[in-house]
């Protein structure tokens, strides 16, 4: 195997051992916001597929106050993007805050495209946990 799948490799398993945190953290918010955080990381791919990063991630900070989930989310890919910087967003002369709004609007096009594609890939596996933490009551 190639030094290069190896990173990859690396990098991919991090992912998901991260999403996986992240994912339980939803998991124990309290009364409905779970299931509120179930569905928004469902959601917020499409949202950033549809509308961008900026704009998504924008509606997410609006609103993180009023509710759990949002927050939640907006401060784990704030977290995520933090930690792994140094390779989503090389060569940059723009320091990174813990405000992602801020971060993301300071992005040349390059590392924007970039720091999609991770959040991208991070919501993919993010949503693969919460579907099998997060179980919601059966109807009757």
Not at 5 to 30: M, P
Not at 44 to 69: C, E, H, Q, Y
Not at 88 to 94: A, E, F, H, P
Not at 115 to 134: D, P
Request: some cysteine; proline content about 3%; charged content about 25%.
């Amino acid at each position: 195997m190639s030094k290069n799948a190896t990173t990859i490799k690396g990098i991919e398993q991090n992912r998901a051992n991260q999403a996986y945190e992240y994912a339980k953290k939803g998991s124990e918010l309290s009364d409905n916001a779970p299931k509120e955080y179930k569905a928004y990381v469902k959601r917020i791919p499409m949202m950033i597929k549809t509308n961008g990063l900026g704009a998504t991630f924008a509606f997410v900070f609006s609103k993180r106050n009023k509710s759990d989930a949002y927050g939640c989310i907006y401060g784990q890919v704030t977290d995520w993007i933090i930690n792994h910087k140094n390779y989503l967003i090389s060569n940059s002369d723009t320091p990174l805050t813990n405000d992602l709004s801020e971060q993301i609007v300071q992005l040349d096009s390059a590392q924007y495209r970039a720091v999609t594609v991770e959040v991208l890939a991070l919501f993919q596996w993010m949503r693969r946990f919460a579907e099998g933490l997060i179980v919601e009551d059966e109807q009757p």
